[in-house]
C-alpha cells in the first residue's frame, strides 16, 4: 500500500552533517507514523527516530537524541532525517519505515519499508 525509497546517504567524516530523504508513494501517507531504522553490518535492526501521523510527535532513540531531527510534510509525501555531529557508530544502512500506530519504535508494528541508504562515517 505504501512504497518508500530513501535517498541522501554518503560517505562522510566525523562531525559532519546528513541530511536522509525518504519519499512515500501518494496516497495515505498522511495517516502512517513515519520512522528511521538502521542496520550495521553484523548486527540488529535498531530503532532510530521517529515520527507521528498527527500533531507530529518525534521520538528518538538516546544514541541520537539532540544529533538527529526526524520531521515530515504530508504534502509532499516526505520524511527526512537531518544527522548531525556524526560519529563512526552511526555507520550502517539507514531504513524509512511506515507504521499504521499512531507513534512507535518497534519494527514489528512497522508494515511498511524501503530499500535502505548506506550512511558511512569516517574516523
Known amino acids: 500500500q505504501v512504497q518508500l525509497v530513501e535517498s541522501g546517504g554518503g560517505l562522510v567524516q566525523a562531525g559532519d552533517s546528513l541530511n536522509l530523504s525518504c519519499a512515500a508513494s501518494?496516497?495515505?501517507?498522511?495517516?502512517?507514523?513515519m520512522g528511521w531504522f538502521r542496520q550495521a553490518p553484523g548486527k540488529e535492526r535498531e530503532f532510530v527516530a521517529a515520527?507521528?501521523?498527527?500533531?507530529?510527535?518525534?521520538y528518538y532513540a538516546d544514541s541520537v537524541k539532540g544529533r538527529f531531527t526526524i520531521s515530515r510534510d504530508n504534502a509532499k509525501n516526505t520524511v527526512w532525517l537531518q544527522m548531525t555531529s556524526l560519529k563512526p557508530e552511526d555507520t550502517a544502512v539507514y531504513y524509512c519505515?511506515?507504521?499504521?500506530?499512531?507513534?512507535?519504535?518497534?519494527?514489528?508494528?512497522?508494515?511498511?519499508w524501503g530499500q535502505g541508504t548506506q550512511v558511512t562515517v569516517s574516523s
Open positions: 519505515a511506515a507504521s499504521q500506530r499512531l507513534i512507535s519504535n518497534n519494527y514489528a508494528e512497522y508494515a511498511y
Open positions: 515520527v507521528s501521523w498527527t500533531h507530529y510527535s518525534t
Open positions: 501518494r496516497g495515505t501517507f498522511g495517516t502512517y507514523a
